[in-house]
């Protein structure tokens, strides 16, 4: 009895992490200092909402489960929320000058504005949005061994570890340089 009390344990935690994990804000990063101006949102979820400090956010749905929307928000802190069936994010923003410490200046990337979607996404042929790959179509591959120790063909996945919409970290890592390599190795 224990061990299928242990076993349901297991599989509801798994089904709630899968759950956590169906919807994303992609942009901005939790934590993000943003300058005075529109807020770039990027999110996906099934069915996904968006609101900014409980107010309800209209956004444009490009693709399937993608969700892009440009918000003026007012100099200070504010609360971004992403909700769908069964989960939802939260993450926390400052927009306009002198952030607290807490939040760190955000990079955009592309810092090119103009750059669509479909530069570095397509529809899969199940009708999935999906990155396609061609980051050498924008950065240097000669630059690359300068901060890889893996050949790009090892490394095809750059969204294992960079978010390729932007952070408030250098090089837009999702992890530190020390935990990167643990994604993979032991």
Same mark, same amino acid.
């Given at each position: 009895m224990r061990a299928r009390l242990a076993a349901l344990a297991v599989m509801l935690a798994a089904a709630a992490a899968a759950a956590d994990e169906a919807g994303k804000i992609m942009r901005p990063a939790d934590g993000a200092a943003l300058a005075a101006g529109p807020v770039d949102i990027v999110a996906?979820? @099934?069915?996904?909402?968006?609101?900014?400090?409980?107010k309800p956010v209209a956004? =444009?749905? /490009?693709? /399937? =489960?993608?969700?892009?929307?440009?918000?003026k928000?007012? +100099? *200070? +802190? $504010?609360? &971004?929320a992403l909700s769908w069936e069964g989960g939802r994010k939260e993450i926390?923003?400052?927009? *306009?000058?002198?952030? @607290?410490? =807490?939040?760190? @200046?955000? #990079?955009?990337?592309? @810092?090119?504005? %103009?750059?669509?979607?479909?530069?570095? $996404? =397509? &529809?899969?042929? #199940?009708? #999935?949005?999906?990155?396609? *790959? %061609?980051?050498?179509?924008?950065?240097q591959q000669a630059a690359f061994p300068k901060s890889h120790r893996h050949e790009a063909a090892v490394l095809e996945q750059c969204g294992m570890c960079h978010n390729a919409h932007g952070s408030t970290v250098k090089g837009h890592l999702l992890y530190s340089k020390e935990s990167a390599c643990k994604q993979c190795h032991n």
């Open positions: 996906t979820a @099934p069915g996904g909402k968006l609101e900014v400090d409980g956004a =444009e749905q /490009p693709f /399937p =489960e993608v969700f892009h929307a440009v918000e928000a007012a +100099a *200070g +802190a $504010h609360t &971004m926390r923003i400052w927009v *306009g000058p002198n952030p @607290p410490a =807490e939040f760190k @200046p955000f #990079r955009q990337h592309p @810092p090119l504005e %103009g750059v669509q979607c479909t530069q570095c $996404h =397509e &529809m899969s042929k #199940r009708g #999935r949005f999906r990155f396609k *790959g %061609g980051c050498f179509d924008c950065h």
